[in-house]
């Protein structure tokens, strides 16, 4: 736990000298602190960062949310194959998605439903790694670990683990997937878990009989700010020093602080219930403070996106607080011009069954899987691919994994032809071999 002991905070403000400085940033992991950390993480970085100033948000429907009743309904199919909650009409003339999801129809506009996504790895951990990795690795199912960085992590790995300029993480996770770590670009490129002890590390701890009220509080901490550009002290700390000090007391803090929020517009996120409207509003903060890349995770109460029997009451449940929270997110993005920063991507481990099975539901299917994306200045207002009549198959050329990764390249700046060392000194691309850009967004 992070600390500013309040000895040192006295009202004749006598100062804090290094020793006590240098407690700011403690992690309680072996006196490491959060400046050794930042320190390592930027010695593992290249140099330099991506040329630009660009963000992704990966929305995971986790357990396998299915394409048709989302964003393929089919409704000229047969009733066993068509979405089993009806189909709406979107912003988009002639095309439609499905019935539980009105709000993100009028803003089909500022969304690409792809249609032709698929992998056919069908397994719940087998398709999470090859969604979040580009590369398939079935071994997951029987519990194998993953062999291969996220999207996340590499982001981290070639931006710097933290923003240089706000000393906020590149790269955080406010819910933990599979395969959603840096294998073996090493553990300084893990995400930043907002869930964890890493979070935690950034809440001050002030013995509170010191404190009258929280204004005593930033009357403290205005004092100490004061007291260090005084002192000169800051000059005498390395740049890791300072940059701890600014994310725990400066403002890449507060990004995380969802108190600062207008309150009506936090409201207006969460009109629907569930934690999706604060998680994406979060998102939002963390990405205008410069995070990189952030992961969340929404699934229904019942059992996840995993909905084998009696599919549609679970998908009456699930799908409003989805459709509320994402189409404010997306108004919230435009209305504040970063709609061309921030990409949005709607994904899930794969599709479900084209054919609604005995017990009322749907079963995983890889062979055509979920996806949506908004914004990151890609090409909006259109269906990409296609998928057979009956939702079984892309009718058009597949788009697989590593082209989703290749097109969040794009997005990111990063290049496609990046190589980085192995633990065993061989060069790898992070960029599976064979990705292409999904050329319609681009």
């Known amino acids: 736990m992070l600390s500013l002991w309040g000895k040192r905070l006295r009202g004749d403000c006598e100062g804090t000298g290094r020793r006590e400085f240098l407690k700011i940033g403690t992690l309680g992991l072996s006196g490491l602190t959060l400046a050794k950390l930042l320190a390592a993480r930027s010695r593992a970085a ?3 960062s991506a040329a630009k100033d660009t963000s992704v948000v990966w929305l995971w429907l986790g357990g396998g949310a299915t394409h048709i009743e989302t964003f393929d309904p089919k409704p000229d199919a047969p009733v066993e194959f068509r979405s089993t909650v009806g189909a709406v009409q979107t912003s988009l003339p002639g095309v439609q998605i499905g019935g539980l999801l009105p709000k993100m129809a009028q803003q089909a506009h ?8 698929a992998h056919n790895n069908s397994g719940h951990a087998g398709g999470t790694h090859y969604v979040m990795t580009g590369v ?3 071994p997951a199912d029987a519990g194998e670990p993953p062999i291969r960085p996220s999207l996340g992590s590499i982001v981290a790995r070639v931006r710097g683990a933290s923003n240089p300029r706000t000393g906020i993480p590149t790269y955080v996770r406010l819910t933990g997937l599979y395969a959603d770590g ?5 553990a300084s490129f893990a995400p930043f878990d907002t869930g964890g002890e890493a979070r935690n590390n950034m809440n001050l701890s002030i013995d509170l009989p010191r404190l009258d009220n929280r204004r005593g509080l930033l009357g403290q901490l205005d004092r100490l700010n004061r007291e260090i550009d005084r002192s000169g002290l800051m000059e005498g700390l390395d740049e890791f020093e300072t940059q701890a000090f600014d994310l725990i007391l400066g403002r890449a803090k507060e990004a995380f602080d969802l108190e600062k929020e207008d309150p009506r517009l936090r409201e207006e996120y969460n009109r629907a219930g569930t934690s999706l409207g604060d998680q994406l509003l979060l998102a939002r903060r963390l990405c205008e403070a410069g995070v990189g890349f ?3 995770h929404y699934a229904n109460s019942y059992q996840s996106w995993d909905m ?14 989805l ?6 997110f997306l108004e919230d993005l435009a209305q504040r011009g970063l709609d061309q920063k921030i990409l949005l991507v709607i994904t899930g481990e ?3 069954t084209p054919r609604i099975n005995g017990s009322a539901g749907r079963d995983h299917w890889g062979p055509l899987c979920t996806l949506a994306l908004a914004g990151g200045g890609l090409r909006m207002g259109q269906v990409v691919g296609e998928s057979t009549s009956k939702a079984e198959l892309p009718k058009t050329a597949p788009i697989n994994p590593r082209d989703l990764m290749a097109t969040i390249f794009h997005v990111l700046g990063i290049s496609p032809d990046i190589q980085l060392l192995d633990p065993a000194g061989r060069p790898q691309y992070l960029l599976p071999p064979g990705a292409q850009l999904i050329r319609e967004l681009v």
């Open 46 to 48: 290249e140099q330099g």
């Open 110 to 117: 500022r969304m690409a439903f792809v249609r032709s996504f």
């Open 136 to 138: 398939d690795h079935p």
């Open 182 to 186: 840096p294998n073996w670009l090493g």
């Open 294 to 296: 952030v992961t969340l």
């Open 308 to 321: 084998h029997e009696q599919i549609k009451p679970q998908l009456e449940q699930a799908c409003p607080p």
């Open 323 to 328: 459709d509320h929270a994402v189409s404010t």
């Open 350 to 352: 794969f599709g479900r």
